[in-house]
């Protein structure tokens, strides 16, 4: 007879879990449940790309280290964001894109709200107190913002973990703590996030010395345990990652990343007027803004965090936390909100450049907004302590209502007249908010709204503080965080836009055109000015939307019809000249790019496209392409047409010259956009053996040509060089019928190797010496964890 299955209630603990986790379904039910797809920004022009890449790599037995498709080909795992070390990454093997990213998002989530809700108990806040913190931490504005960034979001995502970890080794220092700490710190690091890394060191510096470190005594036993525990965890962190930051760290030494221009590092530094968007949502985004208003707010471009919303209703509980926490935390925690917001602030205040001035390594950190993260951070332990703060008896009814209940009665009746006015004065707000065009009343309707709301929040909770008096404590103080999490909720119901999947399943029709193409290149219209001055508007134009898809689906679906410049590598085509957003290419690579730009509606263009071995262009104008054959013309979505332009006898991608001298960048510079030059006789090289004018009359066959490796035979009748139309990187080596020969720089940007008379078989191999070493350094502290591991259970 089969026994009484007995069930028993689950714990407290479960009971949070499983809340949280029907709150994380809550806010992704749209990629859960119906199977749409995350799309927003870099997801589908950048994300997708590199996961094809790597894909790619590892399905046809190379090491997934070399991307062929951006601008010559460029460093895939050297490159954090592509995350190639990130273990989540492997399951792109076996999932679609599509699934993976909402799998990615959806774990990732629910793993930090967890790990929220596990410090929050460390640091002593009740279940419904750490239940709160970590769901108003995941609802957050900063928070849900990272979805399109994955690599920021992966390492925000890690932020509570590894602050639990470093406060469990700070507590008791010993061997297994130690090695937690150092595990999710190079899990961190592995996540690709070095902005997300920093910050988090920041907390756990400011935590280790605000909340462990004995001052009285500066040199105590226990202050020794603490700074060895902390040395130990970062040495065997590094240790643990360093097959990923030793190949970023020697990228970045030879690009533009390790000289940023003050100008480029402080982009997208928060207005302070934008900072009021952190409790009324949405505050300036959704107005038609007059173009220098939106210059001053958000660069002229999109917000870099769509939301900084933080909930106007949390406000008294982050209130009740700092007026009546515990010292230790509540003096850490708004320091550490407050200190954050000024580093987003960026060039509007001295904070950053005495961070920078502080800390020289933050100049290799871009856009001071990603500081966000910590205030969200920092708000949701405070709220959660106000939480308990609420439900202990006392204090005095005077002081808790000017402490608890003001600040959001403040902020509710500031708000209500703020939508009076803008209703009643729509028009003088218009002469400095709005776009000339613009109807006043339309334009600032949704505005008052907003403030309309935002001002019963805030009465609704300084109410609350109130009745705090009237009713029992447990019962205002679970409607305030009822209401807080709701407000969250409700707002952020679709954290980030969802599209059919349609969106990464179709395949551009222009593809056709490009079945033979060796290498394209696609105009940018991102570039500042260059939409208006070639099609006429600030950007392409949508004609049409397909049926059911909304407007930003529509532009998104739009841009990938006309293969915008980073998404080739989805379909294995290769590209050049392509822009360097993120700073990592080399800076000769960069100045390729920048000169194709400078001569783009000149006759030299086509010199350079053939020259770069580009056989084909994809736009949507016509300037500065006469010289071009014109191929093919699709609809597409935008009013423009997508043109395929064929370039006329470009350069093969491996070819062999006679003649070859040695020349300083700058002549090299002025020397390809000479129509003397031709670069299917000579190479110019930055070092190397110079030779006199003479036809090698040779040929090259390619017999082997992977992304981490090619193979070539090259038949030449005198010496001469082997020319490689991909981009030059010192860590490509080479073999001459398997002796080792240099890889030489070659017309500014490419591979050059040179050959004696005769047969040869040439093969180029990339393997970066600073991934051998890292490899070994991460295998060795792994060994290492792992037997101090298991020698401290015994």
């Not at 006015?421 to 003088?428: E, I, S």
Request: aromatic share 8%; charged share 15%; proline share 8%.
């Amino acid at each position: 007879m089969l026994s009484r299955v007995s069930w028993r209630r689950p714990g407290p603990g479960a009971m949070a879990a499983l809340a949280l986790t029907g709150l994380v379904l809550l806010l992704f039910r749209g990629a859960v449940f119906e199977g749409r797809v995350f799309h927003k920004r870099d997801i589908h022009l950048v994300w997708h790309p590199q996961v094809e890449a790597f894909v790619r790599a590892v399905a046809f037995g190379s090491w997934p280290v070399w991307d062929p498709s951006p601008s010559f080909g460029q460093p895939l795992l050297a490159d954090p964001s592509a995350q190639v070390l990130y273990p989540p990454t492997w399951l792109n093997l076996i999932l679609r894109p599509w699934t993976y990213y909402s799998l990615f998002v959806v774990c990732h989530t629910l793993f930090s709200a967890l790990g929220l809700f596990a410090l929050a108990r460390r640091l002593e806040l009740s279940r419904p107190a750490a239940t709160l913190a970590a769901a108003l931490w995941i609802t957050s504005g900063p928070f849900l913002s990272y979805l399109d960034l994955w690599h920021h979001f992966a390492g925000a995502c890690w932020i509570p973990w590894v602050v639990l970890a470093s406060e469990g080794a700070l507590r008791k220092p010993g061997t297994r703590s130690a090695l937690i700490w150092a595990g999710a710190t190079a899990a961190q690091i592995l996540a690709g996030s070095a902005d997300m890394t920093a910050l988090t060191l920041a907390v756990v510096g400011a935590s280790a010395l605000l909340r462990h470190v004995r001052w009285t005594r500066a040199l105590v036993a226990a202050n020794a345990r603490l700074i060895g525990a902390a040395a130990a965890a970062g040495a065997l962190a590094l240790g643990l990652s360093a097959a990923l930051w030793l190949p970023a760290l020697e990228l970045v030494g030879r690009s533009g990343r390790s000289s940023l221009p003050e100008a480029v590092r402080t982009y997208w530094s928060v207005h302070p007027l934008t900072l009021l968007e952190c409790l009324t949502p949405g505050l300036w985004s959704g107005l038609p803004l007059s173009p220098s208003l939106r210059q001053a707010l958000f660069e002229s471009r999109e917000p870099f965090l769509f939301t900084l919303y933080l909930g106007l209703p949390a406000t008294a509980l982050v209130a009740a936390g700092l007026a009546f926490g515990p010292r230790s935390l509540r003096g850490l925690l708004g320091g550490l909100v407050l200190g954050s917001a000024l580093l987003a602030l960026g060039r509007h205040t001295p904070a950053y450049q005495a961070a920078v001035l502080l800390v020289p390594v933050l100049k290799v950190l871009r856009y001071p907004v990603k500081a966000m993260i910590l205030v969200a951070f920092g708000w949701s332990l405070l709220a959660g302590m106000g939480l308990d703060a609420w439900l202990r008896p006392g204090p005095a009814p005077r002081g808790w209502l000017r402490r608890v209940g003001l600040p959001p009665l403040v902020l509710g009746l500031l708000a209500a007249g703020a939508a009076f006015y803008a209703r009643g004065h729509a028009a003088t707000l218009a002469q400095w908010l709005l776009a000339p065009t613009t109807d006043p009343a339309v334009a600032l309707l949704p505005t008052v709204v907003k403030l309309a709301i935002g001002s019963a929040l805030g009465l609704t909770a300084a109410a609350l503080a109130l009745a705090r008096w009237r009713w029992p404590a447990r019962a205002s103080a679970f409607a305030l965080a009822g209401l807080a999490v709701a407000d969250l909720a409700t707002l952020h119901r679709e954290p980030s836009p969802l599209a059919p999947r349609a969106l990464y399943t179709h395949r551009p029709e222009v593809l056709e055109s490009l079945r033979s193409a060796q290498r394209v290149y696609v105009y940018d219209y991102t570039l500042q000015g260059k939409a208006l001055e070639h099609l006429g508007t600030p950007g392409p134009t949508l004609a049409r939307t397909p049926e059911g898809w909304r407007l930003d689906e529509a532009v998104d679906l739009g841009s990938q019809l006309c293969l915008a410049p980073a998404t080739l590598g989805r379909w294995g085509l290769r590209g050049g000249f392509e822009v360097d957003y993120r700073g990592l290419y080399p800076l000769y690579m960069s100045q390729m790019s920048q000169l194709v730009r400078l001569v783009e509606t000149r006759p030299e263009l086509a010199h350079l496209l053939r020259m770069g071995g580009v056989s084909h262009v994809v736009a949507l104008h016509e300037r500065g392409f006469e010289s071009l054959r014109p191929l093919a013309t699709f609809p597409g979505l935008f009013e423009q047409p997508i043109r395929v332009f064929e370039v006329p006898d470009p350069l093969p991608r491996a070819f062999v010259v006679g003649a070859a001298s040695v020349r300083t960048d700058a002549e090299v510079l002025s020397a390809l956009v000479d129509p003397a030059f031709d670069a299917s006789k000579e190479v110019l090289l930055s070092e190397g053996r110079p030779l006199p004018p003479g036809d090698a009359g040779g040929s090259v066959k390619v017999l082997e040509d992977r992304s981490d490796r090619l193979r070539l035979e090259a038949s030449l009748k005198r010496e001469g060089y082997l020319v490689l139309l991909d981009s030059h990187d010192p860590n490509w080596r080479a073999s001459v019928d398997g002796h080792a020969t240099p890889v030489r720089r070659a017309n500014l940007a490419f591979r050059a190797v040179e050959l004696p008379p005769g047969r040869h078989v040439v093969e180029l191999r990339y393997r970066p010496w600073a991934l051998y070493v890292g490899l070994a350094l991460s295998a060795g502290c792994l060994a290492a964890a792992l037997l101090a591991w298991s020698r401290s259970a015994a």
